[in-house]
């Protein structure tokens, strides 16, 4: 069986902005959305670069480049969609994924079980493969200031 693994990683900058907060396709309310070209779901992106690498398909600037203007404010739930899309025509298909969401706040626990509900509907696993952990900084750095919110990422992938 051909298995690969890749890691995904995203940063977005909190602020004021008058967005809404999109962290695995759901709203969280909280006073600060993210500064993004797209909707800014930081945990979307560093899924989408954890499937790119593991199956060694680039990255998402390079799918998905923050300066053009067809992706000004999209959904990063179609982003992930014609990620899979892509995935799908290599021969591969997603075998588990496991991210940690790094924040001070807002806090993400009792969000995780609808996150991963959306996950699984969006990428067409069982909620069982799909792992989220929430994280904070205990006040260090921008994330640790509330200035930033980081994702780690994790996919395993297998040839089909």
């Given at each position: 069986?051909?298995?690969?693994?890749?890691?995904?990683?995203?940063?977005?900058?909190?602020?004021?902005?008058?967005?809404?907060?999109?962290?695995?396709?759901?709203h969280i309310p909280f006073e600060k959305g993210l500064k993004a070209h797209s909707d800014g779901d930081v945990l979307i992106h560093a899924i989408i670069d954890a499937i790119l690498g593991a199956a060694n398909l680039g990255d998402i600037g390079t799918l998905f480049p923050d300066n053009d203007p067809k992706y000004k404010d999209i959904d990063s739930g179609a982003l992930l969609k014609e990620t899979l899309g892509i995935l799908r025509d290599n021969s591969f298909e997603i075998v588990n994924l496991d991210s940690t969401i790094i924040c001070e706040r807002p806090k993400m626990k009792e969000y995780i079980p609808e996150i991963k509900e959306k996950l699984s509907s969006l990428i067409g696993i069982e909620v069982e493969k799909i792992s989220i952990k929430a994280k904070t900084k205990e006040k260090l750095d921008s994330v640790g200031r509330e200035k930033a919110i980081e994702v780690f990422s994790v996919c395993l992938i297998k040839k089909i």
């Open positions: 069986m051909d298995l690969r693994i890749g890691q995904g990683y995203d940063i977005h900058k909190l602020e004021k902005n008058g967005k809404r907060l999109i962290i695995g396709n759901c």
